[in-house]
């Protein structure tokens, strides 16, 4: 915990950005209840699952000073389940589900944050919108009152040399100037979620301000 705190202190130090706040995303996938309490003893307040039978699952057992963050892929067919219990949706991706999280917010009540999740890279195997498909993405979503946009969430290949990805992390945070400049209401590009425990660095280089570590804080996993 203290090294990874070293080294986003560090990676602020050498973009520019010294007294700038990153968000430790702790990714608690696999992870038990016990060990989840006990990283929030240690100042951990944001709580990652890429799943919702997950968030179901530990909701009520997880200390309730916490911020809980949707970063994985979202079927329509279940938030029902998660749009009153998480701070934000990382992965908005298509129209259909923007539908669903306005439709199921108003019924709540409330104005759901969400991050638009962008495919920098256009792996096959990745979700998200391609970059030129972000801007007529966020005017057809301008009208649903119940959605506001927090802003942008990508995630770069898995390579050895995370200098090879650091393109995506700038093409993120470049698109999102683009986004700022157009001055929409309700759209506020506050966060950009990128960096993982193997690129994390280079992420917050280039702008990063919400980083989802998984491995860095619990060590590796056996999925």
Excluded: C
């Excluded at 070293?6 to 990714?27: D, F, T, Y």
């Amino acid at each position: 915990m203290l090294k990874v705190q070293e080294n986003i202190e560090n990676a602020l130090i050498r973009s520019g950005r010294k007294s700038e706040n990153v968000n430790i995303i702790a990714v608690t996938k696999t992870v038990d209840v016990d060990i989840i309490n006990e990283i929030i003893s240690l100042g951990i307040n944001n709580i990652g699952e890429n799943k919702v039978q997950e968030i179901q699952k530990k909701y009520d057992n997880i200390s309730d000073n916490v911020n809980w963050h949707m970063i994985g892929h979202l079927q329509s067919n279940k938030v029902k389940y998660i749009v009153d219990k998480v701070n934000l949706i990382h992965s908005l991706d298509r129209l259909s589900l923007a539908k669903e999280i306005n439709k199921r917010a108003k019924a709540k009540g409330i104005v759901k944050d969400v991050l638009i999740q962008v495919n920098i890279s256009e792996e096959k195997s990745k979700f998200g919108l391609k970059k030129e498909e972000v801007v007529p993405f966020i005017e057809k979503i301008l009208e649903m009152e119940n959605i506001r946009i927090k802003g942008l969430m990508t995630m770069a290949p898995y390579v050895d040399n995370p200098e090879e990805v650091r393109y995506v992390f700038r093409d993120l945070k470049n698109l999102g100037y683009q986004i700022e400049n157009r001055n929409y209401e309700k759209v506020e590009m506050e966060y950009f979620s990128m960096g993982m425990t193997n690129d994390y660095k280079v992420a917050i280089e280039e702008g990063s301000n919400m980083v989802r570590l998984g491995t860095a804080l619990f060590g590796k996993r056996t999925y």
